[in-house]
């Protein structure tokens, strides 16, 4: 989940990359590698990784996401 910046939401962040890459047109990858939520991977509580933020940023783009996460332990969630 992102925490600082003008913007945090990820729909804001969403949003304004899909204004500003309007008219310029870029594609942007992304990668997300870390450990996410076992049982909801979009869920930004316990994700290490947003996953759901990155899919978007390149589905909105046309650029292509890759997942290379994996599955969170309770002690990963306790680290946080």
Do not use: C, H, M, W
């Amino acid at each position: 989940q992102p925490t600082a910046g003008k913007i945090v939401e990820p729909e804001g962040i969403i949003n304004s990359i899909r204004k500003i890459n309007d008219t310029r047109r870029i594609k942007i990858n992304t990668i997300a590698v870390g450990a996410s939520d076992p049982d909801n991977e979009n869920t930004p509580v316990y994700t290490l990784v947003n996953i759901y933020l990155l899919r978007r940023i390149a589905e909105v783009t046309g650029g292509i996401f890759i997942n290379k996460t994996y599955k969170a332990t309770d002690k990963d969630k306790k680290d946080r």
